[in-house]
């Protein structure tokens, strides 16, 4: 997530989480006109088995946004929203690296953890920690062009996204238009388009591009420019060995109410986010590691739809899953993940370290 892009997606989830608040102390006072209720609900959704439950602890909580491991798993790098911050994990000691605000999507270059590069909405930059020297790599002082998600190859070019960012003409929202990767080279000097596209993230060895385009996943062979479709999905990240990628998925299912059998226009929306894991040698095989989970809210469904039975326009009922799965990052081992989550029973962002077995 870069910040530009991740400010919505946190005031959306602000937003809804708000709503169940107000919903819930307001449970008598339902709109009769057609429209969504943000609530949740176990009858909806399976609870977590306690095996579930157990397969992740929460490893740190508040603000890691885009972590980052170094090549021997000993530091993580991650952004807070405005500064980057790098963790010692041998010595659990954390320095804040930059100072300039708006800085999200750090990596370190490839075998070098004293040059890392990382975003603002006015372009990439690279960073000597070390010397503290910042120079911008490429860029654009205008406000519409945001920039986002660099990535070091092995010969130490850059690629990196762009998108211009309009607002809607009501105001509400924002629009944006022509996302395109690019390449960069270390001195800035050459630069070339590689495709369109959001989010990429190469390979370790260099020769697959993971990108985004139309809420999907796909990978490009970068010798034969070929595409393919992985999935559906968002924040793509490679295994440690290549052979797998983590990825969440953003899902809406919408199911018929059938308390009150002569209404036919009573709806619950279930909006959920979970991590996958794609065999990247066979992407038929696909492994969902986290579960959506749903407050019980049981009552206030049943109130909504008995106080609205009668309605003939059509009524949605939004519940939100209570955690909400974004960034991921593995570990130099190959059954551990890093996850950005944001869990809504509590009102905060964690990061999440999952263990699993893939066989």
Not at 206 to 226: G, R, W
Request: net charge neutral; charged share 30%; glycine share 4%.
């Amino acid at each position: 997530m870069n910040k530009r892009f991740m400010k919505y997606g946190l005031a959306a989830i602000i937003i809804t989480y708000s709503a169940v608040l107000i919903n819930i102390n307001y449970s008598d006072k339902y709109n009769k006109q057609s429209g969504d209720k943000d609530i949740n609900s176990n009858k909806v959704s399976a609870s977590v088995s306690e095996d579930e439950k157990n397969r992740y602890t929460v490893a740190y909580e508040g603000a890691y946004f885009n972590p980052y491991f170094n090549s021997n798993g000993t530091k993580l790098l991650y952004s807070s929203g405005d500064n980057i911050y790098e963790m010692d994990l041998l010595k659990n000691k954390t320095v804040q690296i930059t100072t300039l605000n708006n800085c999200y999507n750090p990596i370190y270059e490839n075998g070098n953890d004293n040059v890392i590069a990382f975003a603002r909405n006015n372009g990439i930059f690279i960073m000597d920690i070390n010397k503290k020297d910042i120079k911008r790599l490429t860029g654009s002082e205008n406000p519409e062009v945001s920039y986002a998600k660099p990535n070091f190859t092995t010969e130490g070019d850059i690629i990196y996204f762009k998108v211009t960012v309009l607002p809607k003409p009501d105001g509400h929202g924002f629009v944006e238009k022509e996302p395109a990767i690019y390449k960069v080279s270390k001195d800035g000097k050459k630069e070339e388009k590689l495709l369109d596209g959001y989010n990429p993230v190469i390979s370790r060895d260099s020769k697959k591009l993971l990108y985004e385009m139309n809420n999907n996943i796909y990978v490009m062979d970068l010798q034969t420019k070929t595409s393919k479709l992985v999935d559906s999905g968002k924040y793509a990240a490679w295994s440690s060995d290549g052979k797998y990628i983590s990825y969440a998925k953003f899902e809406r299912d919408i199911e018929h109410y059938t308390k009150f059998k002569q209404q036919k226009k009573l709806y619950i929306d279930k909006e959920y986010s979970n991590i996958y894991i794609a065999d990247m040698e066979n992407l038929k095989k696909k492994y969902k590691i986290t579960k959506e989970e749903f407050q019980d809210r049981e009552k206030e469904i049943s109130d909504w739809s008995n106080d609205i039975k009668n309605t003939t326009e059509e009524q949605h009922f939004l519940i939100v899953s209570k955690m909400a799965y974004f960034d991921s990052v593995w570990s130099n081992s190959k059954d551990e993940i890093y996850v950005s989550a944001y869990d809504g029973d509590k009102a905060n962002f964690e990061l999440l370290k999952f263990r699993f077995n893939k066989k």
